[in-house]
């Protein structure tokens, strides 16, 4: 009679052995180190690591410049394995100083190749016609949704990885979403020329690799690693240093889009009737002196001034001022879901906020031509706000236009 253990294959009995030594994670001091020694091994930065950053900047390069999102998708799904950030979480939980020597600077060269990437495709943007990129700007800004995404991803990265010899491909994505999209629109921005990009990139990246780095030491902590004593030590003062760089960062860093709407300065043109009081003063002339020639024989007439002022009338006089009809419109961009308002035409314009593909705006036939692209002034309310600013003419869809409703040049 045979069990069904017997049954069990030579070459299937390793992967079973391990599947169970991962269930849980073991509490003696002895099955932790050789749990940590193994996941450090994993952890272990390879050259596979610097290739496919160095591919990955690329095509996320590619895909700020076509402002495309799916190219972007592209580029975050060729990115490497995010397990040298484990790596780095695992040699401040074991105070190991060699061990997070090395992760540090896997990292950090991983980076820089992605760097690489977005500041080399930049330069193209220099030869180019002026294009928009809506999506650099999406992605160097602080969004709530995706930091709780992030929770998710770094959570079980890190949890998966401790309890399973699995490739945890899907949480590397999105850790590599989190690191490398804001990395590479710092190189592009400096590259192409775009205010203010590299900053909130560098700003948004410090942001998003400490708030996951703190989610993956907590995590390893509830599932009972045990760090050593200078681990511990390690650990807290790690910890802190994010959590300050945290705060630095909320208080002087990105600006969201709340942020964007809340400071702009109101806007005045509305459709009304101005009625403008004007004052005219009206003077009386004053009487001049009349001096009388003496006639021979006849005394000579005591000279006589009259000078009679009288105070000015105030006449108001009405002005009418009607401001034109408006035209309504929407934004319809062919690419990245909206487009970018700008506080003056051009691509050096300050960036305000992004209108996303259905808004409604107001035109008044105002346009510029900046180096033969057509920009158009709109007004579009949001959250009974009225806000003003320059769109592209051609992300514009026109309801039926007033007679002479065109563009001017400019020089």
């Not at 802190?240 to 109101?266: Q, W």
Request: with cysteine; glycine share 8%.
């Amino acid at each position: 009679m045979s069990f069904p253990d017997e049954q069990i294959q030579p070459s299937e009995a390793p992967r079973r052995r391990r599947t169970t030594r991962r269930s849980s994670i073991p509490t003696d001091a002895e099955g932790q180190a050789t749990l940590i020694a193994a996941l450090a091994r994993r952890a272990y930065p390879s050259i596979e690591l610097f290739v496919f950053s160095l591919v990955c900047g690329a095509i996320l390069g590619l895909g700020f410049l076509l402002d495309s999102q799916a190219v972007l998708l592209l580029g975050i799904l060729v990115a490497p394995l995010m397990v040298p950030w484990v790596g780095f979480l695992l040699s401040i939980l074991t105070g190991s100083v060699r061990f997070l020597f090395e992760t540090v600077m896997a990292l950090i060269i991983s980076l820089i190749l992605v760097f690489i990437g977005g500041l080399i495709v930049g330069f193209v943007t220099l030869a180019l016609p002026q294009m928009t990129h809506d999506n650099i700007y999406i992605h160097t800004r602080l969004w709530i949704p995706s930091l709780v995404v992030f929770v998710i991803g770094a959570i079980t990265l890190v949890a998966s990885f401790a309890r399973s010899e699995e490739k945890p491909f899907l949480p590397s994505v999105i850790i590599a979403y989190a690191f490398f999209l804001p990395i590479n629109a710092v190189g592009f921005g400096i590259s192409s020329g775009l205010q203010n990009v590299w900053v909130q990139g560098l700003i948004v990246f410090g942001f998003h690799f400490a708030f996951a780095s703190i989610l993956g030491l907590i995590t390893l902590f509830v599932l009972r690693l045990r760090p050593s004593a200078g681990g511990i030590v390690l650990s807290g003062i790690t910890i802190l240093l994010f959590a300050v760089l945290m705060l630095l960062v909320t208080r002087t860093g990105s600006t969201s889009r709340n942020e964007a709407v809340t400071n702009l300065p109101p806007a005045t043109p509305t459709n009304q009737t101005l009625l403008t009081s004007t004052p005219s003063l009206t003077l009386n002339p004053t009487s001049t002196p009349r001096v009388n020639t003496p006639t021979p024989g006849t005394p000579s007439p005591v000279p006589v001034t009259l000078d009679i002022t009288l105070p000015p009338s105030e006449t108001p006089t009405i002005t009418l001022t009607i401001q034109p009809t408006p035209t309504y419109a929407r934004i319809q961009a062919n690419e990245g879901g909206g487009a970018n308002l700008r506080e003056a035409p051009g691509p050096d314009g300050k960036y305000i906020m992004t209108l996303l593909n259905g808004t409604i705006v107001e035109t008044y036939g105002e346009f510029e031509v900046v180096s033969n692209i057509t920009w158009a002034k709109v007004y579009a309310t949001l959250n009974g706000q009225k806000i003003e600013g320059w769109l592209l003419e051609s992300v514009i869809a026109y309801a039926t236009p007033a007679p002479n409703f065109g563009a001017t040049s400019t020089p």
